[in-house]
């Protein structure tokens, strides 16, 4: 089984590796819900285990840590929720809502506690 990884990347290096993964026609198009991928500050990369997200200021870090169990939630194969509330929620996550199903459920299935890494 491979191992998971994060990496967590400045502004201009986290696009960089965005570009070098996916190629710019990821970047540049229109996400599932709407709204500009470029905008996306994290992603699921699936082929890898990894997540690769941009790292945010400190004062920012409750929504980072949600931005981090979103995308853990993708890799775990979630889709987006409508529940505003739910860290599954597409675009600026306002709650905590499923962040202790998917943490429980790396523990259990990863033996990686997401929190360790944020
Ligand atoms: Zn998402």
Do not use: Q
Not at 10 to 23: C, V
Not at 65 to 71: G, K, P, S, T
Not at 90 to 110: H, L, Q, S, T, V
């Amino acid at each position: 089984m491979k191992s998971l990884t994060i990496t967590k990347c400045n502004l201009i290096d986290y696009y960089r590796e965005r570009i070098n993964r996916f190629g710019w026609s990821e970047v540049l198009g229109i996400s599932d819900t709407g709204y500009p991928r470029c905008l996306a500050t994290g992603l699921a990369d699936y082929a890898r285990n990894d997540v690769l997200v941009m790292k945010y200021p400190a004062f920012l870090k409750n929504y980072y840590r949600r931005l981090v169990y979103h995308e853990f939630g993708h890799l775990m194969g979630l889709n987006h929720l409508k529940d505003r509330n739910d860290v599954m929620y597409p675009n600026f996550m306002r709650g905590n809502k499923g962040i202790e199903a998917i943490r429980d459920w790396f523990i259990i299935e990863w033996n990686f506690d997401i929190e360790d890494y944020l």
